[in-house]
């Protein structure tokens, strides 16, 4: 179990291997594919039998496309409106350009406090911005409460997976990590722990539960924000959640910008959409909901932190904007033939699977190896966009970041730009061409399988033959 973190942040290691490499070493794991078939095979079945049973499905997911497009144009309003609403019933919001200022902000506010430990609510926004390890700096100690990001964190590990973050673990696995790492995080695991999951549950649960009655901060994320009333929504199916956002006395919730929506009626189609996808549950067990703090009934605190982090570079975008409508459900990671071979590590980034290779290039940009090649860590197929809740066209936006990849420029891609070139000029003259072409011809015996500089095609494809005779010559024989 590697220690290295290689979330989202701006010290995302430079060495960490670009996706084919690291895809190279994650399939040579029999245990680990295992694992992912399995995981990914079980959700993807159970999903298409809970959406099978709404006869508007469609309707619904052009919904969710027209309301997260309606509000990511008029994005500024929504924010506004969103902060009014939420310092109106109580809260606080705090405005974070970048993941060192959301940081900086959550660790003041918790530090402000005078305690050293806070609970999680399971957040890919705190995971992208390295929250954790920022805590850790400053001395104070996050836990996690999630099951699977409890795994993950007793692990030394990183999530693979967006609704499943410790996917790539088989209950063995998970067993041997309580039995060895719960002890010096809290409360052991009780002794002769079997690997049945009603024994791993209820290790967790104990766990946990001191943490809970104990902690008076809690930080979550959110799944929604309603801008006109500013009340955050978080979807969750184990009741940590509820327990984080109730008995604390101090909540700190960090969000990002696009996930704000602008009425309770839109709220509607998530309800139904999110849970069918993601779990495929008809809806899930926790809904929690909060408008800023009230006398006597759950924290007495409450601060919103409004996340950038890039998203308006995404926005600016018109193609690649529509990443920004995702819901976090991870329909497409089960879905798709790359992801469940390669798993989650692979794509560098805590957003994995197709949703990741077109985010992920957008909020930290494509100048590392790893972004760069992130667009290509697909095979076209549409899978993705056909079980999107609310419509991403992934495919379009993965050839249009992989057009501004190329036109980056880098080894591979000027040779390929010569290529093109010389290629084009030789087409811009017949005699010329002809003349190449009855050449080829006459010295196919002699032409290499596989030609220098061009392995990364032929590894996986038999390069065509040259027929006895150039087109031309033939249709002058036979046609003139």
Excluded at 29 to 55: C, F, G, S
Excluded at 140 to 147: K, M, N, Q, S
Excluded at 190 to 197: E, F, I, M, R
Excluded at 370 to 380: E, G, K, T
């Amino acid at each position: 179990m590697s220690g290295t973190y290689v979330g989202m942040p701006a010290f995302l290691p430079p060495t960490h291997p670009a996706f084919p490499r690291a895809a190279r070493d994650a399939v040579r794991d029999t245990t680990l594919r295992e694992n992912l078939r399995h995981a990914t095979h079980t959700i993807r079945d159970k999903r298409a039998k809970a959406v099978a049973e709404l006869a508007d499905w469609q309707q619904l997911r052009e919904a969710g496309k027209r309301i997260k497009d309606h509000t990511l144009r008029h994005l500024d309003q929504y924010l506004v409106q969103l902060e009014e609403s939420v310092t109106a019933a109580g809260g606080t919001v705090h405005w974070a350009a970048d993941a060192d200022e959301a940081n900086r902000i959550v660790a003041d506010l918790i530090k402000a406090t005078g305690e050293t430990e806070v609970v999680k609510v399971k957040s890919m926004a705190t995971q992208e911005i390295g929250l954790n390890e920022a805590l850790a700096a400053e001395g104070i100690r996050a836990y996690e409460t999630d099951l699977a990001e409890l795994i993950v964190q007793l692990g030394d590990d990183r999530p693979s997976h967006i609704l499943v973050p410790a996917i790539h673990r088989n209950r063995g696995e998970i067993r041997d990590i309580f039995l060895e790492r719960m002890g010096s995080w809290g409360r052991p695991a009780p002794d002769g722990l079997t690997d049945t999951p009603a024994d791993l549950a209820e290790a967790a649960r104990l766990h946990l539960r001191e943490k809970f009655l104990r902690a008076k901060v809690g930080v979550s994320g959110a799944n929604f924000m309603v801008a006109d009333t500013g009340t955050l929504v978080v979807f969750e199916s184990e009741g940590n959640g509820r327990m984080c956002l109730t008995l604390p006395e101090t909540l700190i919730s960090v969000v990002g910008i696009e996930k704000v929506i602008p009425t309770w009626q839109d709220l509607e189609v998530f309800l139904q959409t999110l849970p069918r996808s993601s779990t495929a549950e008809r809806m899930n067990p926790y809904t929690s909901m909060w408008t800023g703090p009230a006398d006597g009934d759950g924290p007495q605190d409450f601060h919103l932190v409004l996340l950038d982090n890039g998203r308006t570079d995404a926005l600016a975008d018109e193609v690649g904007r529509q990443a920004l409508r995702c819901i976090r459900c991870s329909a497409c990671l089960n879905v798709c033939p790359v992801y469940e071979r390669a798993g989650g590590h692979a794509y560098g980034s805590v957003y994995p699977g197709p949703i990741g290779a077109i985010l992920t290039p957008q909020l930290r940009g494509t100048t590392s190896e790893i972004d760069a090649s992130l667009p290509y860590a697909s095979s076209l197929c549409g899978a993705c966009y056909e079980v999107c809740p609310v419509a991403i066209d992934i495919p379009e936006v993965l050839v249009h970041l992989r057009e501004k990849v190329a036109g980056q420029g880098g080894p591979g891609h000027r040779l390929e730009k010569a290529a093109m070139k010389a290629a084009g000029w030789a087409m811009d003259h017949p005699r010329i061409m002809a003349a190449g072409e009855r050449a080829a011809a006459r010295t196919r015996a002699l032409h290499p399988k596989r030609p220098p500089g061009a392995t990364a095609w032929t590894d996986s494809r038999d390069l065509p033959a040259f027929p006895e005779k150039p087109f031309r010559d033939w249709w002058k024989k036979n046609r003139t």
